[in-house]
């Protein structure tokens, strides 16, 4: 790769060269390469991942432009993956981008994530986004979740070890709507620049990644939350009954310090601000007791109908 690309992120106190190395050797399978997915796929080719492998099924839309960026209208008609994979080997001729017209239950797909260091699942159904958290969890292999819903968001990072997708939403959603939801491009481009730095900060070691909490947002007011996520242990992929990981490769954050900060002058304090009422719906009357039991308990709590999840693009 031409590292002049990256001189801007190669002066990044804790990241330099060797985050740059690790990222141009790294392989990272995104699922999904909607509003969502289309986001973290430009933000890892732009920061240097070296080879992406994108995984989307179906033909590009009309109505699908609104969000997908990616995209091209002079495509409609043709597979979307492919149209998203030829736009960033136009703009990052160094990343090695795969395109697979697949969904996730394609007997490929196991292949494919084993090859990978890290997942990124940006689907809009649950049974997908469960057959790649099992796929991940068989195989040891870090994952991002990231979802959007009109203007609500939500962000898992999930490391070997850690609560999964399943422990979080156990039944997945049964009131999601597969076709048809509001979709503003903003919002998937949000999340999907947050999955992107997630994968970014695994890859790299620079930071630290988002784990042991589920990260949720609304964009209609700026309301940002997160509520802590526990081991379910009825969780049918990563509790008791749970298969060994093929690969076992235990993982570890090296946190980076911090670049010292100079000494700055005493400031007065601030009187105390009075706590927001307004809230993420259908967030907003859990978020006590989701705070209180973890987000094991959100979805126990009866918020999963509140907590749309799962959504990226209509087909
Ligand atoms: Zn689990």
């Not at 509790?239 to 000494?263: E, H, K, M």
Request: net charge negative; proline share 10%.
């Amino acid at each position: 790769m031409d590292m002049r690309r990256f001189e801007r992120q190669l002066t990044l106190s804790g990241f330099g060269l060797p985050g740059q190395e690790r990222l141009c050797e790294a392989t990272v399978l995104v699922a999904g390469v909607g509003g969502v997915g289309g986001a973290v796929a430009t933000y890892l080719a732009a920061a240097g991942v070296g080879r992406l492998v994108l995984v989307h099924p179906g033909a590009l839309e009309t109505p699908d432009l609104n969000r997908q960026t990616l995209m091209r209208p002079d495509r409609v008609g043709e597979p979307r993956v492919a149209c998203a994979a030829d736009t960033l080997r136009e703009h990052y001729p160094d990343v090695t981008v795969e395109a697979w017209d697949r969904d996730l239950f394609d007997p490929l797909l196991p292949g494919l994530v084993a090859g990978a260091d890290v997942v990124v699942d940006a689907r809009h159904n649950f049974p997908e986004r469960f057959r790649i958290n099992r796929m991940c969890l068989d195989l040891g292999v870090p994952l991002v979740f990231a979802a959007m819903n009109t203007t609500e968001a939500q962000l898992l990072t999930v490391l070997p070890g850690d609560p999964c997708l399943r422990c979080v939403f156990a039944d997945g959603d049964p009131e999601w709507d597969p076709l048809g939801f509001p979709v503003l491009g903003a919002v998937a481009g949000t999340v999907g620049c947050l999955a992107a730095m997630e994968v970014i900060k695994i890859v790299s070691r620079f930071g630290e990644p988002s784990t042991g909490k589920l990260l949720a947002f609304d964009l209609w007011d700026m309301d940002f939350r997160s509520f802590p996520v526990t081991h379910d242990p009825q969780c049918v992929d990563c509790g008791p009954i749970r298969r060994q990981p093929s690969r076992p490769q235990p993982y570890t954050v090296r946190r980076v310090p911090l670049p010292d900060v100079p000494d700055v002058p005493d400031v007065p304090d601030v009187p105390d601000v009075p706590e927001a009422s307004a809230g993420m719906p259908g967030l907003a009357d859990t978020a006590g007791a989701a705070g209180a039991a973890g987000v094991g308990g959100l979805a126990a709590a009866g918020a999963g109908p509140g907590v749309r999840c799962g959504h990226d693009d209509p087909l």
